[in-house]
């Protein structure tokens, strides 16, 4: 789900680029460093303003400064029970992996239905019910998430194709 989340980070400046233009360098590095990272609970998908920035403050030593920006972001943070749409990375036969944006997940082949099997024959492999449908590397499907996982930088996540309206788009 979709946030706008206020955030803060610090941004350190070496005295080079100490000047009347300082503040449009800073706005500049804040979208550089945090749009499409992840802070391990959700992920930072837009910068839209930065509303506060802190006076520098010269670290002892080294003639650095140091400010501290307010921002406005939004944010996606990927919830247990959410649909989505992704695109297949990789199939095998323990299951599928999948992109939904920058999450990985993955659809265990006891989350898949049953009517669907593994057919590891053929150019691609693939995950086939034997009709129409047909689940290989770049196809579109739509999943249910199950579960999710943060690490430090990272979240990972299981899905399900085993309801209603779930499957290839």
């Known amino acids: 789900m979709f946030?706008?989340?206020d955030l803060e980070r610090t941004i350190t400046l070496h005295p080079s680029f100490f000047g009347p233009r300082v503040k449009d360098y800073l706005?500049?590095?804040l979208l550089e460093d945090v749009e499409g990272t992840c802070t391990g609970l959700f992920y930072i998908i837009c910068v839209l303003d930065a509303f506060d920035i802190s006076e520098g403050r010269v670290l002892p030593?080294?003639?650095f400064a140091e400010y501290t920006v307010h921002y406005r972001a939004v944010v996606w943070k990927p919830f247990k029970g959410e649909t989505?749409?992704?695109v297949v990375s990789s199939v095998n036969n323990l299951g599928i992996f999948a992109f939904v944006g920058p999450l990985q997940v993955?659809?265990?082949e006891?989350?898949?239905p049953s009517d669907f099997h593994w057919e590891p024959i053929g150019p691609p492999p693939k995950w086939t019910d034997n009709?129409?449908?047909n689940i290989e590397r770049g196809t579109h499907i739509r999943i249910k998430i199950m579960a999710t996982r943060s690490d430090v930088g990272?979240?990972?996540a299981l899905g399900s194709l085993k309801e209603d309206y779930l499957g290839t788009l």
């Open 154 to 156: 990272n979240i990972h």
């Open 27 to 29: 706005t500049s590095r």
């Open 106 to 108: 993955f659809i265990s």
């Open 131 to 133: 009709q129409d449908s």
């Open 84 to 86: 989505v749409d992704a």
């Open 110 to 112: 006891h989350l898949i």
């Open 3 to 5: 946030f706008l989340h």
């Open 61 to 63: 030593g080294s003639g």
